[in-house]
Structure formats: C-alpha cells, structure tokens
C-alpha cells in the first residue's frame, strides 16, 4: 500500500507559466511534508517544506498548500523557468524522523 | 564543502558476488540513510541510523547489511548480489534533533548486476 502517491509522472508547461505538482497521502499520522527537487546524475536536494499545523508555506517562486482533510498536498512554482525541469519528489514525516517518499513527478519547463 | 560523499559511483558486479557502497558525510549530523531507487519509482528506505551505534530497518532491508562505522560513516553490503538489487542507491543524512530536518543527499552509486 503505497502512503504517498504522486499520480502525475510527467508535466510540462511553457516558461513563464504556473507549474502545479500534485501528491496525496493516506497516514494520517504523517504531520510533515516536504519537496525535493532531483536532477540526472545527480541526488535529491531539499526545496521546500511545510509542517502539518500550517496550510500554506513559501519561499520565492516556490510555494506550498497543505489541505489536511483531503490529505492532498501540492507545490506551485511561480514563474516557471528551463532549469527547473527536473523530477519532483514528495515526502512525509511522522514524529519518527523517517520519509516516505512519493514516485515523483518529472516537470519539463519548455522556453 | 563535499556534504554527504558515496563511493563508487558506477559499480557492476556478478550474481553472487558481494561488495561494500561506503558513504561519509561532513555535517556532523546523528542520522544517516540508505534508499534504493528503481527507474520509475521514488526511494525506498533499506536501513537507517537514527545515532551512532544504532541501526534499523527500513522498508526492504533483505539481502543487506549496514555499519555505522563512526558518526561520519555508514556503509551498506551487499553480500550475495542478485539481479533484483540493480538500483541506484543514495546514502543521505540529516540533523535528527528534530523530525523536521531535510534530508542531504549524495550523487547515488548506480550498481548493476548481471
């Protein structure tokens, strides 16, 4: 049973445009989320988080939304740019410290 | 600053074979993490260190083993690879004072078994 499901595996969008990337979850005892952002080649590197007592977090072009009743998530990146193309994860917390991780989104962002 | 540091970066290895994928990072952070990632798929956790001395499973830890050497180090062996264990793997570490801290990733090892 997959806890964190991201059920968008590709977006593109053109440049200058919103980006909007999706993730769902089913352990309600999951209390924090966070986005990591993958190039090839390369590991994953931390975007953006957002603590289950908050509904809205952000930072620049980046912002989160948590809707904690429909245990739904989503990242919006404002305006969108070529380098960010990369794939997107999502992941959840609970007080234990461990992540689980979603399949990820691969964005493109055309010119 | 080199941040968390995996070596190999590319190893390919026969059924049966076994070897050890080393990971170092220099943040002084207590946690460490292995994951496995399949094409098409988001991480998944092998095995953890939550401190020094300590060590627990994750997700899919058969067919490995974990050492936390020191605080820095923290290893993972394969010591009978199969097919099913080609992957990329991805050691990572965080503060652990606090649930909430981002994790920080190396480059991966990408290991294929034939």
């Known amino acids: 049973d997959q806890q964190v499901k991201q059920n968008s595996p590709s977006l593109s969008v053109q440049e200058g445009r919103i980006s909007i990337l999706n993730c769902d979850y089913t352990?309600?005892?999951?209390?924090?989320f966070l986005w990591y952002k993958k190039y090839p080649a390369e590991g994953p590197t931390f975007l953006i988080s957002i603590s289950s007592i908050k509904d809205k977090n952000e930072d620049g072009r980046f912002t989160v939304f948590l809707n904690k009743s429909a245990k739904h998530l989503s990242l919006h990146i404002v305006p969108s740019q070529p380098g960010d193309s990369a794939v997107y994860f999502c992941a959840a917390n609970t007080n234990a410290g461990k992540s689980t991780f979603g399949d990820g989104t691969t964005l493109t962002v055309k010119p | 600053n080199a941040g968390v540091t995996q070596t190999p970066k590319f190893q390919v290895l026969k059924t049966g074979q076994s070897m050890t994928l080393q990971c170092a990072q220099d943040?002084?952070?207590?946690?460490m993490y292995w994951y496995r990632q399949d094409p098409g798929m988001g991480l998944r956790l092998i095995y953890y260190?939550?401190?020094?001395?300590?060590?627990d499973k994750g997700e899919v830890p058969n067919g490995y083993n974990v050492s936390r050497l020191n605080k820095r180090e923290f290893s993972l062996r394969l010591e009978s690879a199969a097919p099913s264990q080609t992957s990329v793997y991805f050691c990572a570490s965080s503060d652990g004072a606090e649930y909430n801290q981002p994790q920080h990733f190396g480059d991966g090892t990408r290991l294929s078994i034939l």
């Open positions: 352990n309600s005892m999951f209390d924090y």
């Open positions: 943040m002084n952070h207590n946690s």
């Open positions: 260190s939550a401190s020094e001395g300590t060590t």
